[in-house]
């Protein structure tokens, strides 16, 4: 059981910044992907970013070029830095893991992001 913990949510004002960070309690692999996911009152959960080892980053097309997503698979972490922030990205923010082997999925409790002026 990988088990993430998510910090560096918070509030603020728009075309601000805030840096994410997710830690694994276990190692996830640089094969496996880690990612994150957020999910706004009343919407769906959806899909910002994720990363797998050397590949290419993806992004959701909402936040290319504004968001970017690193990884550091000695320290199981997996980081999103958020710039040029706008309202409609106010929303909780999930950690994300999958394991490929066994297709397993684990998440955050997740962190609130909140931009407004």
């Known amino acids: 059981q990988v088990r993430l913990q998510e910090s560096g949510g918070g509030l603020v004002q728009p075309g601000g910044s805030l840096r994410l960070s997710c830690v694994a309690s276990d190692r996830v692999g640089a094969g496996n992907v880690m990612g994150w996911y957020r999910q706004a009152p009343g919407k769906q959960r959806e899909f910002v970013a994720s990363r797998i080892g050397g590949r290419d980053p993806r992004y959701a097309e909402s936040v290319e070029g504004r968001f970017t997503i690193s990884r550091d698979n000695a320290k199981n972490a997996v980081y999103l830095q958020m710039n040029s922030l706008k309202p409609e990205d106010t929303a909780v923010y999930y950690c994300?893991?999958?394991?490929?082997?066994?297709?397993?999925?684990?998440w955050g409790q997740g962190t609130q992001v909140t931009v407004s002026s």
């Open positions: 994300h893991a999958r394991i490929l082997a066994s297709l397993t999925d684990y």
